[in-house]
């Protein structure tokens, strides 16, 4: 079947295949994402039914064949069971997993991804955070490792790096009060800008260590609505339960 190796990962997705096997996605540290076949694992007996579940994070034992993986073996750290416990928090946790499965990719260095994933989970188990901060955390940073974040630290328009109040999704970041002027741009507060400046450029271990004003995480609300909008060409499942519960909770 191919030789045996050992990949540090996360599960993001599961389909059922036949009558009891699954197919599964997982973002490792080692390979990027991959996709490994578990033979039986939706037997009621098998040993690899929890392990092959979106959120696992663990060790997983594979065969690596010509084109694919088979599960032999997972040593799971973390099944994450205090998030899929909470309905509304769960889905926070499948959004994340789509979209780190949008991003990543085989074979690419996936290691800042499967961190700002694991840390992103972890906070939404804490009642310290606000979940909808967490997610704007995760978005931006996510954004940012892939290469699409906005330029928050400079004016596009004439480079300075002084009085940034201002953000144009035309032109994907920050400009300035003078150039603004002639900018479809949206008024953000300093402290709004200083949050974003933080969260592209923090390690991602410091990621979590914040709160904001109500006022300044309805701005990022705005801004990474618009900016998913203009940059991202992807409908994400999840993400369409949490904005209608949002807007309930508002109500």
Do not use: W
Not at 7 to 22: E, F, Q, S
Not at 49 to 78: C, M, Q
Not at 80 to 103: C, K, M, P, S
Request: aromatic share 12%; glycine share 4%.
């Amino acid at each position: 079947m191919g030789q045996t190796v050992v990949l540090t990962g996360m599960v993001l997705n599961v389909m059922p295949i036949g009558d009891y096997d699954k197919r599964i996605t997982i973002l490792t540290m080692e390979r990027g994402k991959i996709t490994a076949f578990a033979r039986g694992a939706r037997r009621p007996n098998s040993q690899l039914l929890a392990a092959t579940n979106p959120f696992s994070f663990g060790e997983f034992e594979l065969f690596e064949g010509r084109s694919s993986y088979t599960v032999a073996k997972a040593a799971i750290s973390n099944y994450f069971r205090e998030l899929t416990n909470d309905f509304d928090v769960a889905y926070y946790g499948f959004y994340f997993l789509e979209f780190a499965d949008y991003y990543c990719q085989e074979n690419n260095d996936e290691k800042e991804m499967l961190k700002l994933l694991y840390q992103s989970l972890r906070a939404l188990e804490s009642p310290s955070f606000d979940n909808r901060l967490v997610r704007l955390i995760f978005e931006l940073k996510a954004m940012s490792i892939n290469g699409e974040g906005p330029n928050v630290f400079s004016c596009l328009a004439c480079r300075k790096k002084e009085n940034l109040h201002y953000f144009s999704i035309e032109r994907g970041g920050t400009v300035c009060d003078d150039c603004a002027r002639k900018e479809q741009a949206i008024h953000i507060e300093e402290s709004t800008c200083y949050t974003m400046q933080y969260i592209i450029s923090a390690k991602i271990s410091k990621l979590y260590t914040f709160a904001v004003t109500e006022q300044v995480l309805m701005q990022l609300q705005m801004i990474m609505k618009k900016y998913i909008k203009r940059y991202l060409s992807h409908t994400f499942k999840s993400l369409k339960i949490i904005e209608e519960s949002e807007s309930f909770l508002e109500k």
